[in-house]
């Protein structure tokens, strides 16, 4: 594949463009890599100038869900952060539960946000199973949401590498995976617990409808979007959150730079932002 190189005035032209549509920001350091994903699809449908490919993914929605999920790499495995995730299942989760118990809602809704290929929403699916031992007497909700068609594809089919479940505690493996010497299958148990959908975070109408979750998992997503629009999505977050829910952001990211709305809460194993 010949690497089409971008003219500076073009290469504005598409990182205005994805950021407006995604919310994703690349920079100059970004400007090579781009290059050789929009080459990549420019050379399947035959063209040469880079100018008919941008009026093509304007034009043309399949081949702008082609391109998002060219330009958006899934980085992600089962158990990724296990901190953060072990004050989830041990602190956060139980005083949910008791506090849901406590009313006789025995409800939980949870949003996988920028879930990738579904490593995330099914590593919840397994803390819930784990952690909650009523859980058949309880309506759950686990939805996980890209912006990737392709991607989404990946989640359905819950097949995975030994790389992807290389954190997965043994135990753990045995129990909810169906292992063969190339891949590990999300066995049903866990599967029906998470459903999935296509979905755009600064779509603002699709955002503001968006209701009555208890937490919301956007790991290592909003480091890719530009400040505004990161603003934007975490207040959006506020309002989806039901009073007492809780949001995890990827270790590396700041609630605090974004919203002044949520309340830090200290648990014993770590910090957490908690909707008052």
């Known amino acids: 594949m010949e690497i089409i ?7 504005k032209l598409f990182q205005s463009f994805i950021n407006r549509k995604t919310g994703i920001f690349f920079d100059e350091r970004k400007k090579y890599f781009l290059e050789t994903r929009i ?20 034009t043309d929605a399949e081949e702008f869900s082609s391109f998002i999920s060219s330009i958006t790499i899934p980085e992600t495995y089962f158990f990724r952060d296990y901190p953060q995730l072990k004050m989830f299942a041990e602190e956060i989760l139980p005083l949910v539960c008791n506090t849901k118990r406590q009313k006789y809602s025995k409800t939980l809704k949870i949003w996988s946000a920028g879930c990738s290929t579904g490593e ?34 990946r989640c359905q089919e819950a097949i995975y590498s030994p790389r992807s479940v ?19 299958q999300v066995k049903p148990q866990v599967k029906k617990l998470v459903r999935f959908d296509y979905f755009n975070l600064v ?12 937490f919301i998992f ?46 830090l809460v200290r648990f014993k194993n770590g910090l957490a932002y908690m909707k008052e």
């Open 39 to 58: 080459s990549s699809r420019m050379e399947e449908h035959g063209l040469s100038d880079p100018q008919e490919y941008w009026h093509l993914i304007n």
């Open 120 to 153: 995330e929403p099914y590593t919840i699916a397994i803390i819930l199973l784990e952690m909650i031992e009523d859980l058949i007497s309880w309506s759950v909700d686990i939805l996980g949401t890209d912006i990737s068609k392709k991607a989404l594809q």
């Open 218 to 263: 956007c790991r290592n997503v909003l480091i890719y979007f530009d400040f505004e629009s990161s603003k934007k999505v975490i207040s959006y977050f506020y309002d989806a959150l039901n009073k007492g829910g809780f949001i995890f952001l990827g270790s590396s990211e700041s609630i605090s730079r974004l919203s002044a709305a949520f309340k």
């Open 5 to 11: 190189g971008l003219s500076q005035s073009d290469f």
């Open 166 to 184: 290389k954190d997965v505690p043994y135990e753990y493996r045995k129990k909810y995976f169906i292992s063969t010497s190339t891949h590990y």
């Open 203 to 214: 779509d603002d109408n699709k955002m503001r409808v968006m209701r009555g979750f208890d």
